[in-house]
């Protein structure tokens, strides 16, 4: 009996089988979980498949067209595999997944069944479901210009532009103090103007919550000490002495493109849009209403 697709039809229509599932997880940091529900081992494509894993996959829904592929995957959560601490922290989010049903004794005889993504994963009662996402998910999204007077882009991005890198826009420190998980607290910060990281991010770069990142809702300085507020809390532990990455902000205004980072060039906004006012004001026989430029 041949390999493949057709060498498991075969075996299928043979009328004694000896089936199963397995699943591959690779998280965007690169790490890879791999689970069968056989009772044992199994290896192929480079993935070792952990047996017993406490994972089972719900029927798989799969249409032609543009219509979203969908299917889950429940099961108990478990150290050895899947951490609780580790969904919390949306370390599972995006994450690329691949399904075959395989002949356990011969596994050169699988089918792939299911290639996309992990979208919605809830914890309920000590386990896990997790919604997964077919390949064509991502033809959902809206694409094209937003015509709005602040900028659409993101800092850095392929449409921004800026460089990042460069001196005086990002600061790497090891954290002195932190309140909830969503205040840091320096002593001695200079070098930086109050505000300066107000809008951009905090990365973690090391410790428990090494990945981890959030948006920075307030950079003060109160008593000449330097306050970070977060606008979400850390969602894993971050202690005295881990490092993070504080990025400078940017509100998408034209005058912070061009005082802040001198990157008007590459503003992506549209400043001089009329305003709903304009838009809705109608015919007049005094007063300058022409539709030509307000400057």
Request: hydrophobic share 40%; net charge negative.
């Amino acid at each position: 009996m041949g390999g493949g697709e057709q060498g498991l039809l075969d075996h299928a229509a043979s009328g004694l089988t000896t089936l199963c599932h397995a699943w591959a997880i690779e998280r965007t940091d690169g790490k890879v979980f791999a689970f069968t529900d056989h009772d044992l081992p199994l290896a192929f494509e480079g993935f070792a498949f952990q047996a017993d894993a406490g994972l089972s996959a719900g029927a798989i829904a799969q249409t032609t067209g543009l219509a979203v592929d969908n299917t889950e995957a429940m099961g108990a959560l478990s150290h050895a595999s899947i951490r609780e601490d580790e969904i919390e922290q949306g370390r599972f989010d995006g994450a690329a997944v691949k399904a075959w049903l395989v002949n356990w004794q011969d596994t050169d005889q699988r089918m792939l069944k299911f290639s996309g993504s992990i979208g919605e994963l809830r914890r309920i009662d000590g386990a896990f479901r997790a919604e997964l996402r077919g390949l064509t998910e991502v033809l959902n999204r809206p694409l094209g210009r937003v015509y709005q007077k602040p900028c659409t882009a993101v800092l850095g991005d392929s449409t921004c532009r800026f460089d990042l890198s460069q001196p005086g826009y990002r600061e790497t420190r090891a954290v002195e103090q932190i309140n909830d998980r969503r205040q840091l607290i320096w002593d001695a910060f200079e070098g930086y103007g109050e505000g300066w990281f107000e809008r951009g991010r905090l990365e973690v770069l090391d410790g428990a919550a090494a990945g981890l990142w959030s948006v920075i809702k307030h950079d003060r300085i109160k008593d000449g000490k330097r306050v970070i507020d977060l606008w979400e809390p850390l969602r894993g532990a971050l202690g005295p002495g881990d490092r993070v990455r504080l990025i400078a902000g940017c509100d998408k205004r034209m005058e912070i493109c061009r005082l802040k980072f001198d990157n008007l060039i590459n503003f992506q906004g549209f400043p001089d849009i009329p305003s709903e006012d304009w838009v809705v004001a109608v015919p007049k026989s005094k007063g300058a209403n022409t539709g030509g430029s307000r400057r």
